[in-house]
């Protein structure tokens, strides 16, 4: 079996950054490609390999599969004993609810805080939707460190498909300096730590494409 995963830049696209490092931690092989969004030819080169023409896509062998969710779900079936969802019933349909709510929430807060990790951290104001998504985000780590985390510092105890899909939040929150209670602290520092993320964001350091609409103090840009 050859896996391949197809990215964006690692210092914008939150939406790669979730099955990468599922796959990290979980200890799967496969080969990368980067592909810089919203540069010239970017599109025409993500056509290649995924239909919807967003980012990331899985190549499993000759197969697309495209969506940070549906990816994770995959790399689930074809790799069960990997820890993708957690082991116990219960558990892993609440992981596959918050997930979800993830995929398909928080707008405020992609909004207003986009994920760039050269960013300087720094308190930055923010309207109340923001507040009110942080308050959401506080109480579903909160709930699921008390229910399901005794195991280890994540979500559900071990690091797994709930914890990628809310990895880049740990990053956001971090970055602008939001609040969210010590729980969900704890939590960030654990996420953040991971020698995956590390180097993820090592990575996205040395990367040279700016873009605009991602860089919140624009025109000031960390060199680059």
Same mark, same amino acid.
């Given at each position: 079996?050859?896996?391949?995963?197809? =990215?964006?830049? @690692?210092?914008?696209?939150? +939406?790669?950054?979730? /099955? +990468? =490092? !599922?796959?990290?931690? !979980?200890?799967? !092989?496969?080969?990368?490609?980067?592909?810089?969004?919203? *540069?010239?030819?970017?599109?025409?080169?993500?056509? @290649?390999?995924?239909?919807?023409? @967003?980012?990331?896509?899985? =190549?499993?062998?000759?197969? /697309?599969? +495209? *969506?940070?969710?549906?990816?994770?779900?995959?790399?689930?079936?074809?790799? /069960?004993?990997?820890?993708?969802?957690?082991?116990?019933a219960h558990a892993r349909s609440h992981a596959r609810v918050v997930a979800t709510e993830m995929h398909g929430g928080f707008q405020a807060l992609r909004k207003h805080c986009p994920i760039n990790l050269w960013l300087p951290v720094k308190r930055r104001p923010q309207p109340e939707e923001v507040h009110n998504d942080l308050r959401r985000i506080d109480a579903i780590w909160s709930d699921c460190r008390a229910r399901f985390g005794q195991s280890g510092p994540f979500l559900f105890g071990t690091f797994g498909a709930a914890d990628a899909m809310y990895a880049p939040v740990a990053a956001r929150i971090r970055t602008f300096d939001l609040d969210v209670g010590p729980v969900s602290r704890a939590y960030i520092g654990s996420v953040l730590a991971l020698p995956a993320f590390v180097e993820w964001r090592a990575a996205a350091l040395k990367? /040279? $494409?700016?873009?605009?609409?991602?860089?919140?103090? $624009?025109?000031?840009?960390?060199?680059?």
């Open positions: 079996m050859t896996l391949k995963l197809i =990215i964006g830049n @690692k210092n914008y696209s939150s +939406w790669s950054l979730r /099955p +990468w =490092i !599922a796959m990290k931690v !979980a200890g799967l !092989a496969f080969d990368e490609l980067v592909i810089p969004l919203y *540069e010239p030819g970017s599109r025409e080169q993500i056509l @290649k390999y995924s239909p919807a023409g @967003k980012l990331p896509v899985l =190549i499993d062998d000759d197969q /697309p599969i +495209w *969506e940070s969710l549906a990816i994770l779900e995959h790399l689930a079936e074809i790799f /069960p004993k990997a820890g993708i969802w957690p082991a116990d990367e /040279p $494409w700016v873009m605009r609409h991602n860089e919140p103090d $624009w025109p000031l840009v960390r060199g680059v």
